[in-house]
């Protein structure tokens, strides 16, 4: 960074990933505010900088590069390696801290405080911001939890049944083992409840315990969602099965065939390819952050099809990535049993790249995908023609 970047980047003022110091006096401070950093999206603390933007700069430098070690490395658990740049600016020394993204969330300040990011402050995490961070570095799976008000009665024991024999060449009542040993043996059941993964998957009404975890679908009349009438709504309920297909269907019920070059005795072909419908919803369901108590919403307008997920993407994964096959799972236990329940989903981090193919093999305009940090939410847009 030269000293012209610094003075735009002061212009700009403080946000969720820039702060200004004049000084550093307290280490616990110091590793409070690089805890906040790592645990949200990174940012850089700049010292020397007054609040009112005027450039004060630093005296004792070499105080101020152990007081930023004693922080990174003694007061963070775990530590984090950060990156200091010294600059002279207005003939003042300028020290600027670079705070990565943790690869290890969450990281503790002073051994009890978690704190995350939100703007230019920062604030203690709550529970379930807790449980989202360890998510994020792969130390639990929300998929894997326990639903500590369900039961083995809460199994839908026909589907499973009729799954179960087809996946396994084996009648169920002959299996050797109990059918809550089988259960907790594939990662359906777990300290006497089902997991989020066995209620969502072969669970009798799984929205009478998650309400929330359903696809709320609505057809708009023109372009905008502030619209007072709408064309068709539906709230999709049911297991992951159910809910792929009446999601299909609600999307096929509200879109046109067009023919594409055909003859006319042919049927025509959706406007929008099913491929890339099915690919947007499969993810939907599998992929999104079942630690975040809300419904996939899917708005269809005349114009477009928006498909939205709660959750923004997984640690260190980008939209330019996606793009490039890049996926990490989020709920592995989902994504191993979906290809199994006739859900057309190929595991292999292709899906966004098959959605662009398809629109651009289509005619149609490739898809935009728009990850919202602040509303925790995935967004899929299909333009349509």
């Not at 070499?62 to 007081?67: A, C, G, Y």
């Not at 793009?323 to 979906?338: E, M, T």
């Amino acid at each position: 960074m030269d000293c012209q970047r610094l003075i735009q980047i002061v212009k700009k003022g403080e946000d969720s990933q820039t702060q200004f110091k004049v000084k550093i006096d307290s280490i616990n401070a110091l590793a409070a505010e690089i805890g906040a950093f790592a645990n949200s999206q990174g940012g850089k603390i700049i010292i020397g900088i007054a609040d009112d933007g005027d450039i004060i700069g630093i005296n004792d430098l070499n105080r101020l590069n152990q007081m930023i070690f004693n922080a990174a490395s003694n007061k963070l658990e775990p530590p984090i390696n950060v990156i200091t740049e010294n600059l002279i600016c207005n003939d003042r020394l300028v020290v600027i801290l670079n705070v990565p993204q943790g690869e290890n969330k969450p990281y503790t300040a002073n051994r009890t405080d978690y704190w995350i990011k939100v703007g230019a402050d920062k604030r203690r995490a709550t529970r379930e911001e807790l449980r989202r961070l360890m998510q994020a570095s792969r130390n639990i799976y929300a998929d894997e939890m326990p639903i500590f008000t369900t039961s083995i009665d809460d199994i839908d024991m026909f589907f499973f049944k009729e799954f179960y024999e087809k996946e396994f060449g084996i009648l169920l009542e002959e299996s050797p083992l109990s059918i809550e040993k089988l259960l907790t043996n594939l990662k359906l059941f777990k300290d006497n409840n089902l997991t989020l993964s066995g209620l969502l998957l072969f669970g009798k009404k799984p929205e009478r315990i998650k309400p929330q975890f359903i696809v709320k679908a609505v057809a708009f009349y023109g372009t905008d969602i502030s619209a007072k009438q709408y064309l068709d709504s539906e709230d999709i309920k049911g297991r992951l099965l159910s809910q792929y297909e009446n999601t299909m269907g609600f999307l096929k019920r509200n879109l046109r065939k067009v023919q594409r070059g055909q003859n006319v005795n042919f049927p025509g072909l959706w406007e929008i390819p099913e491929i890339a419908l099915q690919e947007a919803v499969v993810n939907a369901l599998v992929h999104r952050d079942y630690f975040i108590d809300s419904s996939i919403r899917i708005f269809i307008f005349d114009d477009r099809v928006e498909i939205i997920s709660p959750g923004k993407l997984p640690n260190t994964v980008t939209i330019d990535n996606i793009k490039q096959g890049i996926q990490i799972a989020r709920n592995p236990i989902l994504l191993s049993y979906i290809p199994k329940l006739r859900i057309p989903y190929r595991g292999i981090g292709s899906g966004i790249k098959r959605m662009i193919v398809e629109c651009k093999s289509a005619g149609i305009r490739e898809p935009v995908f728009i990850e919202d940090v602040s509303l925790q939410e995935f967004k899929v847009i299909f333009y349509r023609t």
